[in-house]
T-cell receptor, first 111, second 113 residues
Framework: SQQGEEDPQALSIQEGENATMNCSYKTSINNLQWYRQNSGRGLVHLILIRSNEREKHSGRLRVTLDTSKKSSSLLITASRAADTASYFCATVYQAGTALIFGKGTTLSVSS | DSGVTQTPKHLITATGQRVTLRCSPRSGDLSVYWYQQSLDQGLQFLIQYYNGEERAKGNILERFSAQQFPDLHSELNLSSLELGDSALYFC????????????FGPGTRLTVL
């Protein structure tokens, strides 16, 4: 079963708006990663946040991690049409040996 | 371009058949991972190899097997194929053992008729 659950399942916004996606997970993690997938293509690694970090930035991306609530959020600021894709959170258990993906949030950005 | 290559891009075959999917990792990466992506199951981790050795196993069926060769390329063998095996199969690679920052190939779309 999936470790992470993204919310919402789908999100539609206008160019220039911010997009926020959330991820909840069930057990202790070593790190949490966010990936993007354009329709039917390979996934692209966006950002990794470790369990001892609370916030991380990369360009227009901001990721937060709240280990007490077992949740993370991905904020994309000033969205562009090219951000249209599915976004997945993926977790590595502290004692685990695999990267477990959630079911993803499908983001549509219209111009 | 992630630097990970997969062949073939598309594969159409019949139930009961056997197929082999091939993956070449990014230069310098020692870990190779295989994933299956389907509409109902989402993205599922199958297996990881590191420098030729199996390191982690996920939801991989007994009908499926994989190996990593001395040149670090990997093959995923799927046998006795069923309709439900139709899916996108991704290979990913990373430098080390720890499942961080994986680089994904473009995938092989398998259709079992």
């Amino acid at each position: 079963s999936q470790q992470g659950e993204e919310d919402p399942q789908a999100l539609s916004i206008q160019e220039g708006e911010n997009a926020t996606m959330n991820c909840s997970y069930k057990t202790s993690i070593n790190n949490l990663q966010w990936y993007r997938q354009n329709s039917g293509r390979g996934l692209v690694h966006l950002i990794l946040i470790r369990s001892n970090e609370r916030e991380k930035h990369s360009g227009r991306l901001r990721v937060t991690l709240d280990t007490s609530k077992k949740s993370s959020s991905l904020l994309i600021t000033a969205s562009r049409a090219a951000d249209t894709a599915s976004y997945f959170c993926a977790t590595v258990y502290q004692a685990g040996t695999a990267l477990i993906f959630g079911k993803g949030t499908t983001l549509s950005v219209s111009s | 371009d992630s630097g990970v290559t997969q062949t073939p891009k598309h594969l159409i075959t019949a139930t009961g058949q056997r197929v082999t999917l091939r993956c070449s990792p990014r230069s310098g990466d020692l870990s190779v991972y295989w994933y299956q992506q389907s509409l109902d199951q989402g993205l599922q981790f199958l297996i990881q190899y590191y420098n030729g050795e199996e390191r982690a196993k996920g939801n991989i069926l007994e009908r499926f097997s994989a190996q990593q060769f001395p040149d670090l390329h990997s093959e995923l063998n799927l046998s006795s194929l069923e309709l439900g095996d139709s899916a996108l199969y991704f290979c990913a690679s990373s430098e080390g053992l720890d499942h961080n920052e994986q680089f994904f190939g473009p995938g092989t779309r398998l259709t079992v008729l």
